[in-house]
């Protein structure tokens, strides 16, 4: 059975703002190709690139193309023994607004 509705709104309203603040963990960064299911390689402004894995709220909700930001928790998956550098936490979706930011 499918989620239902309200919760892929929801899913959606909470991406469409800006939050105030990034916590220290958290970073900008632009996707640069899929690398697998819910896995995805994105880039840090600084040009260190990055393995991370779409957070579980967000699958089968929003899709994400090459280009678009996202924002990376690096700190969520430290304790895993694995290979991934980080978990998306946030879609960039109304780009214009976040780039009003001081954290952008």
């Given at each position: ?15 469409l ?31 260190k ?7 579980p ?48």
């Amino acid at each position: 059975m499918p989620r239902p509705k309200r919760h892929l709104h929801a899913t959606v309203e909470d991406t469409l703002t800006p939050p105030d603040s990034l916590p220290e963990t958290h970073v900008i960064a632009r996707i640069d190709k899929a690398a697998g299911s819910n896995l995805y390689n994105a880039e840090q402004a600084d040009g260190k690139t990055l393995l991370v894995e779409l957070e579980p709220k967000f699958r089968s909700t929003i899709w994400i193309k090459r280009g678009s930001y996202v924002v990376v928790n690096t700190a969520a998956l430290a304790d895993r023994e694995n290979k991934l550098d980080g978990e998306i936490v946030n879609v960039v979706r109304d780009e214009k607004a976040w780039r009003k930011t001081a954290y952008w």
